[in-house]
């Protein structure tokens, strides 16, 4: 079955420090992959996409992510963060007919 | 103005109560979602629809039924709501892509409180 592991639930980090979030899916296929950021009170918004081609994905905000076959991974990353990047980030993996969400990681930024 | 909009915002009732959660979409989209979200559980899917006459159970369906009403309307309800159903509720949108998903577009959830 597919499944999308963030195995970090909690991270801090500085404001102006780089950034990595860990992201692993388990699918037979050729995945789909998404990540999606909700702020506080918001709903979730659309970080960025990989469906084929170049394996590093740039998205919105500064973000970019890595697809890794070998690793079956999808981290999301950013040179450097600001406070307002602070909120909860899901990995997901688009498998057949539904998108499947990993439990999310929250990012806080200290200042 | 938004592209997917849930009503209500928030609401609070008490156990035994049917609740109806609504949702719209302009985007045109032919499939629409409801999840819920609960506290380090992250998103889970309860029901899905590729149109008007295809209406599929995700993985949470027990205690909820929905209804599509047009392409651009898809009901969330809750025929006898339970303390355990206290949750934020997003509705959210996608296109057909081959036989993949493509992306989804979410509103801004409901805040739902059984007491």
């Known amino acids: 079955a597919q499944s999308v592991t963030q195995p970090d639930i909690h991270i801090t980090v500085s404001e102006g420090a780089s950034l990595e979030l860990r992201c692993n899916y388990s699918?037979?296929?050729?995945?789909?992959l998404f990540w999606y950021v909700q702020s506080p009170g918001q709903g979730l918004q659309l970080l960025l996409k990989?469906?084929?081609?170049?394996?590093l994905v740039q998205g919105i905000k500064g973000f970019e992510a890595e697809f890794k076959r070998s690793q079956s991974s999808f981290n999301l990353r950013k040179p450097s963060v600001h406070w307002s990047d602070a909120a909860e980030y899901f990995c997901?993996?688009?498998?057949?007919?539904?998108?499947?969400f990993g439990k999310g990681t929250r990012l806080h930024i200290l200042p | 103005d938004a592209d997917v909009t849930q009503t209500p915002r928030n609401r609070i009732t008490k156990t035994g109560k049917r609740i109806m959660l609504e949702c719209s979409q302009t985007?045109?989209?032919?499939?629409m979602y409801w999840y819920r979200q609960d506290p380090g559980l992250g998103l889970r899917l309860i029901y899905y629809?590729?149109?008007?006459?295809?209406?599929n159970k995700g993985e949470i369906s027990d205690g909820y039924s929905v209804s599509r009403q047009a392409q651009a309307k898809f009901s969330l309800s809750l025929e006898s709501a339970i303390p355990n159903q206290t949750a934020l509720y997003f509705c959210?949108?996608?296109?057909?892509?081959?036989?993949?998903?493509?992306?989804?577009?979410f509103g801004p959830g409901t805040r739902l409180t059984v007491l």
């Open positions: 959210a949108t996608s296109m057909t892509l081959g036989l993949g998903t493509d992306t989804q577009y």
């Open positions: 699918y037979g296929a050729t995945p789909y």
């Open positions: 990989y469906f084929s081609g170049d394996t």
């Open positions: 997901a993996v688009g498998a057949n007919d539904k998108i499947i």
């Open positions: 985007k045109g989209h032919d499939r």
């Open positions: 629809s590729f149109d008007v006459k295809d209406i």
